[in-house]
């Protein structure tokens, strides 16, 4: 059994959402977790993924 854990330093989650049909809103999470438990032969047996709903890093709001 081996335990991974994602790299916040070299990872990036993010999201786009379309509005209305016109634009898309993009942003990223910037408090998040993730980690992988893998099995025999190298099959994930688990896995586990948590976000931050808040703060959500928005670039276009910086260009105003």
Sequence with gaps: ETKWNIDN???V???KVR???ISNVSGTF?????????G???KVAFARY???????EEPWRSQK
């Design 50 to 56: 948590k976000a931050a709903i808040g703060p959500i």
């Design 19 to 21: 509005h209305m049909m």
């Design 13 to 15: 989650v993010g999201f």
């Design 40 to 42: 025999f032969g190298k």
């Design 9 to 11: 330093m070299h990872s």
């Design 30 to 38: 910037g408090n998040f977790s993730a980690e992988a438990t893998t």
